[in-house]
């Protein structure tokens, strides 16, 4: 929680933001991506749900969410944990696949073949304009929105300023919800990737129309694109959470 003061009556009264991390957050996060193989998405979901989300929390890894795009071909599940820091996180992944609990799930639930084809992973840092990244729920689950941009070159520290400093505000003022900031880490390569939630797609869609037609946007995104536009690629993947995802 992050304190603000307000001067009242010559009194100094702090009053806690929600939502809002009082330091800055320096847990390495590492966004994973697992490939199902043709009819194995439920019994994967099946294995997170029963066994592996257990046994990352007790190797020290925090679950942070795990979701399925809403148009998902390719099988995806999609999920965020986190650790204390680096090194923290590799002696987890070490434990984790050495514990004789994970190999007999892993076993057991492969007898009729590998449930999982591809696995990409992404080590992330949040941003210091991120908000706090932690469980929440919605009634009913919401839509969230996996959201990636890959910076001109040398242009990361602008696009991050302009998100501190104008789209972050504008994002609240729109009525969508922001989960999480991060820059990718590790790998030399540059990105901003964050998550919004929003009560339906039909509403994310209806919110980004007003946000980009809002005068204050328009105005900011111009003056952060003198010298050229600031991104060379936006992604965009609109997911669900699964039932047993922290955040829903």
């Known amino acids: 929680m992050k304190s603000v003061y307000l001067f009242l009556c010559g009194l100094c009264l702090a009053v806690s933001l929600p939502g809002v991390a009082a330091e800055p957050d320096t847990r390495c996060f590492e966004m994973r991506t697992y ?6 998405l439920d019994a994967l979901q099946s294995r997170f749900r029963d066994h592996t989300c ?34 923290a996180h590799d002696a987890a992944w070490k434990a984790f696949r050495e514990d004789p609990e994970w ?37 009913p689950p919401r839509c969230f929105e ?21 789209t972050t505000a504008l994002f609240t003022k729109h009525g969508m919800t922001q989960v999480g ?26 919110a980004f129309k007003a946000f980009r037609a809002d005068p204050a946007w328009v105005e900011a995104k111009k003056a952060s694109e003198v010298n050229g536009s600031l991104t060379t690629k936006v ?13 829903k």
Not at 35 to 40: H, I, L, M, Q, S
Not at 108 to 134: C, I, R, W
Not at 149 to 157: F, S, V
Request: glycine content about 8%.
């Open 35 to 40: 490939y199902a193989a043709p009819g194995k």
């Open 54 to 87: 257990a046994l990352f929390e007790k190797h020290g890894f925090t679950n942070i969410g795990y979701w399925v795009p809403l148009d998902n071909p390719d099988n995806k599940l999609v999920y965020i944990i986190a650790s204390p820091g680096r090194e």
């Open 103 to 139: 190999k007999k799930v892993a076993a057991e639930s492969e007898v009729n073949g590998k449930l999982v084809t591809k696995v990409d992973s992404v080590y992330l840092k949040a941003t210091d304009f991120s908000p706090a990244v932690a469980a929440s729920g919605g009634v």
């Open 146 to 166: 996996l959201r990636t941009y890959t910076p001109a070159p040398g242009k990361l520290d602008a696009l991050l300023s302009r998100f501190r400093d104008h």
């Open 181 to 206: 900031y991060w820059t990718r880490t590790g790998d030399g390569t540059e990105q901003l990737v964050y998550i919004l939630a929003h009560a339906s797609k039909d509403a994310a869609d209806a």
């Open 235 to 247: 992604e965009s993947v609109f997911m669900a959470p699964t039932e047993f995802s922290p955040i």
